[in-house]
DNA sequence: AACAGCACCTGTAGGC
DNA sequence: TGCCTACAGGTGCTGT
């Protein structure tokens, strides 16, 4: 369900709750949804305190006191709230950390996410491309070049590109006008100016109102976003482009559904 | 070796 | 109302 703006907002959101709190104690009642399979959740983080929260991709990075750290991925509909301790306890509720006035938890129904402890040897970063609002055109061009694949399912591609998801390809191609299944490699220079400019604003604008909610996406106040209501084709088929009134097409790539104008965003 | 396709899960919306 | 199917914001594996 989140993607970059949704991870960015509950990070930045969690971060002034939880900075600086000690983890007094730890209730984990799935396992599977730790990883690496045996670690021992409970032990490595009860007495801990959280230095910071920040953001890789989609990524939600916990460093501790003890230079350890570990990561939660949401996956498509795993929430983090925090709550008071005696609120009753939602189904599909997996953690629990205790701190000494709240609660986080950590709820996923369809368990598509999970935690992720860091070994000394491993990082944050591993596994990923570079950060979409950091990345300059230069290195997208480089990375655009090495593909033919369609340039919908390669922005999807987290090694290429960390962070987007389907909305977000969708919104950013319709605003750079670039037809979702042209080749990667043969995106034109100013094309790729293009794209690179329209990726950054568009994941700009939605941290700005707090992701997009479709369905269930809830920050940790249980709050919804409001980027939804500003979504130009994601799940608009059938309806007026906002730019030329043509109808909306959607097409299914790489078993993922596609949104985008016919007569704004042709194959060059 | 890159890449398409499917599997992984559960909840819900929409059609009949 | 109720049943059944299709679909959902992600990723990792498998087979070509």
């Not at 990082?123 to 491309?129: I, W």
Request: aromatic share 4%; glycine share 8%.
């Amino acid at each position: 369900m989140p993607e970059l703006p949704e991870v960015q907002t509950v990070v930045s959101t969690l971060g002034p709750l939880l900075r600086g709190r000690r983890i007094d104690a730890v209730r984990l009642m799935r396992q599977d949804i730790v990883s690496p399979k045996g670690a021992n959740l409970p032990e490595l983080l009860t007495g801990r305190k959280i230095l910071q929260i920040t953001r890789r991709a989609k990524r939600i990075v916990v460093s501790l006191d003890t230079g350890e750290n570990f990561y939660i991925h949401l996956g498509m509909s795993g929430r983090l709230s925090v709550v008071p301790r005696d609120l009753p306890i939602q189904p599909h509720t997996h953690l629990l950390l205790d701190f000494a006035q709240s609660q986080l938890r950590f709820v996923d129904p369809r368990r598509f996410g999970g935690i992720f402890w860091l070994g000394r040897d491993e990082s944050p970063d591993d596994g990923l491309g570079p950060e979409p609002l950091q990345l300059r055109t230069p290195q997208l061009a480089k990375r655009l070049a090495r593909t033919t694949r369609a340039i919908k399912n390669a922005l999807l591609d987290q090694t290429l590109i960390a962070g987007l998801g389907n909305i977000y390809v969708d919104e950013a191609l319709f605003a750079a006008g670039i037809h979702p299944l042209t080749p990667a490699n043969r995106l034109s220079s100013p094309q790729i100016t293009r794209l690179n400019r329209s990726i950054k604003q568009v994941l700009r604008r939605a941290i700005h109102h707090r992701g997009s909610t479709l369905r269930d996406y809830r920050d940790p106040n249980d709050e919804a976003g409001r980027f939804q209501n500003l979504h130009r084709v994601y799940h608009r088929e059938g309806k007026p482009c906002p730019k030329c009134k043509t109808k909306i097409a959607k097409i299914v790539l790489g078993a993922r559904s596609t949104h985008f104008c016919p007569r704004c965003q042709r194959i060059k």
